[in-house]
């Protein structure tokens, strides 16, 4: 079988950088809010990227794509490898060889997976900390749990987050209190492209020691049942506690069923705990709302808007068959948004409920994205719901389906997230998820004794013994 790539001649490609350029700057709303919180001229990297594109052959092609749209700072615009329409999209066309296309290429091409960046590290009150002991293969101790992660390649770490490895990741955040950039992912620089080498400087105990990157091996027998779904009843403070690790649809009944089990019960808290929860579908929070509440009207009007572009605009009417508040525009420097017309989220008359109507306590962290985000940002504007934990750094809000575009000769398959929430908000600083309502900051040893908790994480003695969010709501009345 011959793919389009294979063919393409150098007009073909810088013509699909082009419109891939163009299609982000159209649609993508978000650039426009880092670039006046953060100072970072993203569209003039993203513009010199395409200026000086050396398009020599695909793999040029495809890493200079990717590195476009990983620039644009958001894990909802990226090459898709499938394409599962939703029925807004069933009159939206994407090929079987557009899909298959995108799938090859992203087994081939991976240079900036997520995998090639230094592992078990987490950002704390401004510092980066090695949460696992990594050994070589020969079992030599390289570097302690706890070590605190200095310089790569004598740059200080702050400095080559921002400038070296910002440029690849797309899960990179904004700490507003210290004003810096950071991430989860730090990147290995020989993967990238930027050395043929990684120095690592770290300290532990005010001792500081360096390691020439090679690989490492992480010892580890942490169980994955963290991941699972869970609808628990603590007897002892009259607690339903709702694990939820991610939004899928394929939940909803495991979670309406067992809640409602519970409903001739004495419930004095209602915890639920989105920690580490990478989003999926609104409908999953939404129905577990539901089912523990009853009738309310839990999902406000909200202040969704698009770019004010014929691209942004064409598809949300002729894809999404949305419309727009023609009357209600207004601009961000020299960006133009205009208001989506919708109706708010009211539920109402869904499944039965156990009818609770104290306060719901909603445990959070920094693993938190997408329509998780956007559960917790409906829940910090209602004054039942109590957020608790830590912020992501992410631009939060409410937001629909990323579009789908395919690039016209390529026909890689791409998604633009194409939604700013604007609701409650009072300056643009406000966009970004650096808000809960009671903030709790774990210590560097408590994440590493859960990374390595050998029994039932988010079980319920893990819960009352070993977590500090949890113990938190407990002390609340």
């Known amino acids: 079988m011959i793919y389009a790539q294979e063919i393409l001649t150098s007009k073909e490609m810088q013509e699909d950088i082009e419109f891939l350029t163009q299609t982000i700057k159209d649609v993508n709303p978000h650039i426009t809010i880092r670039e006046k919180v953060t100072g970072t001229h993203i569209y003039e990297e993203i513009d010199s990227l395409r200026k000086n594109a050396k398009l020599e052959d695909f793999e040029n092609f495809y890493y200079l794509a990717k590195k476009i749209l990983l620039l644009s700072q958001d894990q909802h615009n990226d090459f898709q490898e499938s394409y599962f329409a939703e029925p807004e999209d069933s009159n939206l066309d994407i090929s079987e060889e557009s899909i298959a296309i995108s799938q090859r290429c992203s087994f081939e091409y991976d240079n900036f997976h997520p995998s090639g960046s230094i592992s078990s590290l987490e950002y704390l009150e401004g510092n980066y900390y090695f949460t696992r002991d990594w050994y070589d293969r020969n079992g030599r101790h390289l570097i302690p ?34 004003k810096k950039y950071y991430s989860l992912r730090v990147y290995v620089p020989q993967l990238i492209g930027y050395s043929d080498s990684c120095l690592l400087v770290f300290s532990k105990d005010a001792i500081k020691d360096s390691l020439h990157y090679r690989g490492a091996t992480i010892k580890s027998g942490v169980s994955s049942d963290y991941l699972k779904p869970k609808v628990l009843y603590f007897n002892q403070d009259h607690i339903l506690y709702v694990r939820v690790p991610s939004m899928e649809t394929d939940h909803i009944d495991f979670y309406t069923e067992n809640i409602l089990k519970y409903k001739d019960k004495q419930i004095d808290k209602v915890i639920i705990d989105v920690r580490s929860n990478q989003g999926g579908n609104d409908l999953v929070w939404m129905n577990i709302v539901s089912a523990i509440t009853g009738n309310i009207n839990f999902v406000k009007e909200e202040d969704l808007y698009i770019r004010n572009t014929s691209t942004a605009i064409n598809y949300l009417q002729i894809v999404r068959k949305m419309g727009v508040n023609k009357e209600d525009v207004f601009s961000i420097r020299d960006d133009s948004f205009i208001r989506v017309a919708t109706q708010p989220d009211t539920i109402k008359n869904w499944p ?8 719901i306590y909603v445990m959070v962290d920094n693993r938190c994205f997408s329509s998780t985000l956007a559960f917790i940002a409906t829940c910090n504007r209602n ?7 830590q912020s992501s750094g992410y631009i ?22 194409p939604i700013l929430d604007t609701t ?29 908790y050998k029994g039932e994480r988010y079980g319920e003695e893990f819960l009352y013994k070993y977590d500090p969010v949890f113990q938190k709501v407990l002390k609340l009345e």
Do not use: M
């Open 396 to 417: 939060g809000g409410r937001g629909i389906t990323p579009f789908f575009f395919v690039l016209p000769h390529s026909k890689l398959l791409f998604t633009i997230n």
């Open 424 to 452: 409650g908000i009072e300056n643009v600083e406000n966009y970004y998820d650096n808000y809960v309502k009671i903030p709790v900051t774990c210590s560097i040893q408590d994440i590493t004794f859960e990374t390595d």
């Open 352 to 359: 039965p409920s156990i009818n609770y109507s104290g306060k």
């Open 145 to 178: 749990v706890g070590a605190r992660l200095l310089r790569v390649n004598n740059l200080p770490i702050d400095e080559y987050v921002s400038t070296v490895s910002r440029i690849v990741d797309n899960s990179i955040r904004w700490d507003s209190d210290l």
């Open 383 to 389: 004054n039942d719901f109590i957020t608790i934990g």
